[in-house]
């Protein structure tokens, strides 16, 4: 089991934006129930998700794949995908798999918030 924690933050312009911060190892054992939480996010509650990695010390394959899958998500219903913090262990899986280069990454919680006007104004 995978603790999650979840905000819900609104932005100046007065668009929902879900943070969810997962807690520990997203790996083929969580990554699923990570999944289903940001299935759940982006179809009931806001389309708009960042996802918050500073307490995620380790990723795996699945864990990508549910981020990977959470983007789609998003893009299909137009939103957006952002995710922050990336823990210093796990960076490097983003970096060896290129999935730094697919993601939008932001150093901060704060940075990535600001980053969903922009991708709106399209």
């Given at each position: 089991?995978?603790?999650?924690?979840?905000?819900?933050?609104?932005?100046?312009?007065?668009?929902?934006?879900?943070?969810?911060?997962?807690?520990?190892?997203?790996?083929?054992?969580?990554?699923?129930?990570f999944r289903l939480?940001?299935?759940?996010?982006?179809?009931?509650?806001?389309?708009?998700?960042i996802v918050n990695?500073?307490?995620?010390?380790?990723?795996?394959?699945?864990?990508?794949?549910?981020?990977?899958?959470?983007?789609?998500?998003?893009?299909?219903?137009?939103?957006?995908?952002?995710i922050c913090n990336?823990?210093?262990?796990?960076?490097?899986?983003?970096?060896?798999?290129?999935?730094?280069?697919?993601?939008?990454?932001?150093?901060?919680?704060?940075?990535?918030?600001?980053?969903?006007?922009?991708?709106?104004?399209?």
């Amino acid at each position: 089991m995978i603790h999650i924690e979840q905000k819900t933050h609104t932005t100046k312009d007065g668009t929902t934006v879900i943070v969810l911060a997962p807690v520990g190892r997203l790996d083929i054992t969580t990554a699923w129930q990570f999944r289903l939480k940001l299935q759940e996010c982006i179809s009931k509650l806001s389309r708009h998700v960042i996802v918050n990695l500073s307490q995620v010390n380790f990723i795996d394959s699945s864990g990508l794949t549910s981020l990977v899958a959470g983007m789609r998500d998003a893009d299909k219903v137009k939103g957006s995908f952002r995710i922050c913090n990336v823990h210093p262990e796990a960076k490097l899986v983003f970096e060896v798999t290129m999935m730094d280069s697919v993601f939008e990454i932001f150093e901060t919680e704060e940075d990535a918030l600001e980053g969903v006007p922009r991708s709106m104004a399209t």
